[in-house]
Each structure stands twice: as C-alpha cells, then as structure tokens.
C-alpha cells in the first residue's frame, strides 16, 4: 500500500499543470453541426464518435480549388449569475497566413494541434478533393486553467466570395470523478 501512495505522489510531483488538468477534466460534446455551400463541398460527414464522445471526426469533398480562405472562431460560455451564453472569444483568422506560420493564436493552435497530421491539409491553395479529418481531440490539448463548463463553439470558414463551411459545436469540460453514477 505504502508503494502505490508513493507512486501517486511521483504522479502528481512530475506532472506539470496540464498533465494534472488531462487527468481531471474531460471533454463530452453535445452535437456537432455543418452546413457547406455545394457551389463547393459536394460531400460531407460532421460526426461525434460514439465510445465516449469526446472526439469528432469529418469528411468534406471539395469540387472547386479555394485560392484563399478565412475562418472565424467564437467561444461561447455561460457566465454568472446568468445561464445564458455569452461570447468569450471572436478571431478572424487568415488560415493561409496562419499555415505559413506567419500569425499565430493560442486558441487556434489548439484547433490545429486537435486536427493531428491532417492539419497540414489546412493550407493554401486548398486543391480539390477529399479532406479526411479523423479523431479530432480538443480536449488533448485544453489549457489547465479551464473550469468546469458548458460551452459553444461556432466556426466559420470563408472565402473572399462566400462561405465554404459553417460549423457549430456544443459541448461541455467536466470532472469524470464527480459524475460517476450520474447520466450524463
């Protein structure tokens, strides 16, 4: 008994802040919605994998080359005393700019970082074609200092034209050890 108290204690000295959050707070999305433009996108699958709900996957076919692209981003989470939802965080971000490496934001390196190898498949020009985004893990790379939430996420991808894709996400952080026995 006294060698697994030690190891807990190793656990929880070498694990930095974020480590500790990975071990705590964990990621269930609600829903996960897209609207494309067919002048565009012929095809398309936005899905919340089943096991446990914490990642996403899509597939989009892209029938036109996009020469240049933008995305905008908000974050919205309840604030107190309210329960309504408010917005938190709104970025415009130019993702051809943002490939090169030439703008960076911590919120969208996290998007990007979710989107595993196939992240690099977020450049310019964007060729036609079909785009495989399996296993999205936001919460993989969440900084420590996030609550306990409910939270939306809205995210549109534009052209100098037109939208490509409008994408909103429903979710919530929680502490797996206070739901236990609970339905989530």
Known sequence: MAQFYGILLLLFCFAGPSQMAKLRLQLMWRSFKCATNPDYISQYKCLILEEDRSL???EMNYIQDV???NA???LFMPRKPNTRFQKVLDINVDICQFAKGVHGHRFMTVVIKAFGKQGSQLKCPHPKGLY???NINIAENLPA???ETEFRIEM???TTETHLV???LAGFLYDPQKKRG???
Do not use: A, C, H
């Open 56 to 58: 996403l996957t899509s």
């Open 67 to 69: 020469t240049q692209y």
């Open 72 to 74: 905008t981003f908000k």
């Open 132 to 134: 495989v985004y399996p």
């Open 145 to 147: 200092f996030l609550p």
């Open 156 to 158: 549109n991808f534009l």
């Open 166 to 168: 409008n994408v909103s």
């Open 182 to 184: 609970k339905v989530v």
